[in-house]
């Protein structure tokens, strides 16, 4: 099966991912994470108050009152529950979820992401970014390596409002994933079209292999 960049990204984070982690999965790329768990035992929780999601569901499975956070349509697992938005951000506040998945726009050498705010775009909302940057045990960001006119998302200084002091533990990407230790960047795997030299010259920031 041939899977396009969202889901090779999505496939790798769920590599990531251990049994007994509380998983929260941001709107967009991470979203797909769902698809690719499989038999682990993994509880993902969504910010609009539900523990236990499953998968997306199959067209006789839809139950449009079965939501995430974003308003797709989920399944739930056995033993799911249901709560209030204050509950939800109370487990995420509290440091109860274990790995956060989230969406970005850049990434800098340290780590701090910027994944809210778009310039001359309506601001809709910086909905539960900033609480789960803050206040999950792990944060993996999942996106495209490069913009739509080929810029990295991988910048020396980020250009965008960022979504928290917090600096991030790793970056999925289409091409390679990068986690971060002080001003370093490691590409500790590589599954993509490009080799470690062409990343470097593409991206433009000194970059160390594990």
Known sequence: MNLDSREIIAKRIAQELKD???????IGIPTLVSKYIGDKKVYLQTENGLLGMGPPPNEDE??????????ATVTIMPGASFFDSA?????IRGNHIDV???????????????????????ILGVGGAMDLVAGAKKVIVASTLFTKD???????????????????????????????????I??????GDLSFEE????????LKQK
């Open 62 to 71: 839809v139950d449009i009152d079965l939501i995430d956070a974003g308003k």
């Open 100 to 122: 956060a998945v989230l969406g970005t726009l850049e990434v800098d050498r340290y780590g701090e992401i910027a994944n809210w705010s778009v310039p001359n775009q309506p």
């Open 20 to 26: 007994g982690d509380v998983v929260n999965l941001g």
């Open 186 to 191: 490691f590409i500790d795997d590589i599954y």
């Open 199 to 206: 990343l470097k010259e593409r991206i433009g920031l000194p």
């Open 87 to 91: 509950f939800s951000f109370g487990m």
């Open 150 to 184: 080929g810029s990295p998302k991988l910048v020396e200084s980020l250009t965008l409002d960022s979504s928290g002091e917090r600096r991030v533990e790793q970056f999925v990407t289409e091409y390679a994933s990068f986690t971060f230790q002080e001003s370093d």
